[in-house]
T-cell receptor, first 109, second 114 residues
């Protein structure tokens, strides 16, 4: 079966750095997305990785290792508004998007 | 309209009733999707449409139907609602029919079936 694993919940301090991991076992791989979802709102796109390595976009970076079936989202200089759920999603060999359950990130002052 | 809209925002429905959730986008995106999101589970694809006039089944299509008569609208119908269909429903669209494209989500419809 297809599986995407993310921690259910993480807590971090304002101004700090946090890394949210995502491991996947899917039938094939054609790319990986990270989305942010604030409570009661719709998911919004953060990043897309298809090649190994780090993609940096402002305070957010996303890393991919295809050989390890692993990605992480790195958030720097955390702000209270970063409190949200972070969803990892993988495109499988049938070009279907498989979603993880998401990681709820709690930021404390 | 700016982006993608859904209606209603929320609904309480008696089991056995028929219900249509509406979704409209003004971005001229080819592809549209319906997901349900339940606590502790990832988004699950119900149905999708890669272009107007075509639809396909996702991971959890049973009990749901869709149509795509034009580019902008993608309604989701529950023919006879059951309590297990209580969920938050998100409609999404993307520019092309490929999964490589970023998906843009509507605000969601919170549905409760009693």
């Amino acid at each position: 079966g297809q599986n995407i694993d993310q921690p259910t919940e993480m807590t971090a301090t304002e101004g700090a750095i946090v890394q949210i991991n995502c491991t996947y076992q899917t039938s094939g791989f054609n790319g990986l997305f990270w989305y942010q979802q604030h409570a009661g709102e719709a998911p919004t796109f953060l990043s897309y990785n298809v090649l190994d390595g780090l993609e940096e976009k402002g305070r957010f970076s996303s890393f991919l290792s295809r050989s390890k079936g692993y990605s992480y989202l790195l958030l720097k200089e955390l702000q209270m508004k970063d409190s949200a759920s972070y969803l990892c999603a993988v495109i499988d060999s049938n070009y279907q998007l498989i979603w993880g359950a998401g990681t709820k990130l709690i930021i404390k002052p | 309209i700016a982006g993608i809209t859904q209606a209603p925002t929320s609904q309480i429905l008696a089991a056995g009733r028929r219900m249509t959730l509406r979704c409209t986008q003004d971005m001229r995106h080819n592809a549209m999707y319906w997901y349900r999101q339940d606590l502790g589970l990832g988004l699950r694809l119900i149905h999708y449409s890669n272009t107007a006039g075509t639809t396909g089944k996702g991971e959890v299509p049973d009990g749901y139907s869709v149509s795509r008569a034009n580019t902008d609208d993608f309604p989701l119908t529950l023919a006879s609602a059951v309590p297990s269909q209580t969920s938050v429903y998100f409609c999404a669209s993307s520019p092309g029919g490929s999964s490589y494209n970023e998906q843009f989500f509507g605000p969601g419809t919170r549905l409760t079936v009693l």
